[in-house]
């Protein structure tokens, strides 16, 4: 997997140019599909059915999700398409009310049935379907739109396959290896700090190629001067914040943050155990020691502001990242900022069925930026606003400090 990344999307997601072209569309759809089996062939049948906590979805649900959508909003309808069974909607719809009704989430790990083999009929059946449907040199422009829309989708939840599995296998009392996929590589700079003029500055999606709804519209944002970290935070960091009592001294969390600290017993990152005395973390490779000049993995957005407000710094705005991301690398970590998952000017819902996701969540989530190791190639850009409750970290999530100068 290469390092190049979270929910589903609607319709005005898709760009105004013309949609991709039939030929495009059959082989990216392929191109897409295997690498959702491929990210799948390591596992065993019990790993696909396990759901330790409501965020995790079990692997076998992502297969017959990604399935359902091509089904439910592309095939379902057409001429000569037969369903596979009226009861795949029901198990893997997510949470398109306007569609129809669904299993909680929080149940996913209860569906023992159908059993893999006969999600992998599922998928069969629909990769099926899908290549007479773009074979036939006739899909409408507003099919073909919603099927890019649809990879895009299907890419995201490559991602979050990743992060299910590691969390599954990371929980097993083993500690199992899930291959050689390379979760760190130490960055090459100089930890210096990149200075920014402030005034007004554009941001959000422009230009040919797809992108989500929420990255329109593009705007202009005043910004004052500030200074940006050339890298991400590294493991070595924030285990001095851990040594000199960061998770034991209030004063550098937000109240939300201390509770979460205090109720949840929060003393590393997640994955992070310490056995004889030495820090570990689960990797997919298997339990390993904490290299310290690794990027920092794995924390909420708490535990990110904390460590900011400990170095006497703080997180960037969305905007302020975005505005400089051109001066630095970035693509290893999610990378928390300190913005509100809100609306840009002019964004609008689009009609139906796939206008339900990004504008109905924008309350309560902080944006992150950037990709992770485990986003699907070419599936990352600049404007890209990923969005996470600040509470959660079993994605690929750091952080990178800024400061105003």
């Known amino acids: 997997m290469q390092v190049t990344s979270k929910h589903d999307v609607t319709v005005e997601s898709a760009v105004e140019d013309a ?7 059959a082989t990216d759809f392929h191109a897409v599909r295997d690498r959702t089996m491929a990210i799948c062939a390591p596992l065993r049948v019990e790993d696909h059915v396990v759901q330790p906590i409501v965020d995790v979805s079990p692997p ?9 959508f091509y089904e439910q909003f592309i095939l379902k309808g057409t001429d000569g398409y037969k369903l596979f069974n009226d009861d795949m909607a029901y198990m893997f719809n997510s949470y398109y009310e306007t569609v129809g009704k669904r299993v909680l989430r929080a149940d996913r790990g209860n569906m023992t049935r159908p059993t893999l083999d006969e999600v992998h009929a599922y998928r069969a059946h629909v990769d099926k379907a899908m290549d007479a449907f773009l074979s036939h040199g006739k899909a409408p422009e507003e099919a073909l739109r919603i099927l890019e829309l649809g990879l895009n989708h299907e890419q995201q939840h490559q991602e979050l396959l990743v992060t299910d599995i590691k969390y599954i296998l990371g929980n097993n009392p083993l500690f199992p290896k899930y291959d050689d996929f390379t979760e760190s590589q130490a ?7 990149i200075e920014i003029a402030g005034g007004l500055h554009s941001i959000g999606f422009e230009g040919p190629g797809f992108s989500f709804d929420n990255e329109h519209d593009r705007h202009q944002v005043f910004l004052i001067d500030f200074a940006i970290s050339d890298r991400l935070v590294t493991n070595g960091e ?3 914040f851990m040594d000199e009592g960061g998770y034991a001294d209030f004063k550098y969390w937000h109240s939300d943050g201390w509770q979460w600290v205090q109720e949840n017993k929060v003393q590393a990152p997640m994955h992070w155990h310490k056995v004889d005395g030495t820090w570990h973390y689960y990797t997919l490779k298997g339990l390993a020691v904490v290299e310290p000049k690794m990027p920092l993995c794995h924390i909420s957005f708490y535990e990110a502001f904390a460590f900011a407000e400990w170095k006497g710094m703080r997180l960037p705005t969305e905007a302020e990242w975005e505005v400089a991301s051109n001066r630095f690398q970035w693509g290893q970590r999610w990378e928390w900022t300190n913005s509100a998952y809100l609306a840009y000017p002019g964004f609008k819902h689009a009609p139906g069925a796939l206008g339900e996701y990004n504008g109905k969540f924008m309350v309560n989530q902080m944006v992150l930026r950037g990709a992770s190791v485990a986003t699907a190639p070419n599936h990352s850009r600049a404007t890209y606003r990923n969005f996470f409750q600040p509470w959660l970290r079993w994605q690929y999530t750091g952080l990178r400090l800024a400061k105003d100068v």
């Not at 076998?60 to 359902?68: E, S, V």
């Open 60 to 68: 076998k649900w992502h297969l017959g999700h990604t399935t359902w």
């Open 19 to 25: 949609a991709i072209t039939l030929i495009e569309a």
């Open 238 to 240: 924030f285990l001095s």
């Open 187 to 193: 960055e090459k700079t100089k930890g210096e700090f």
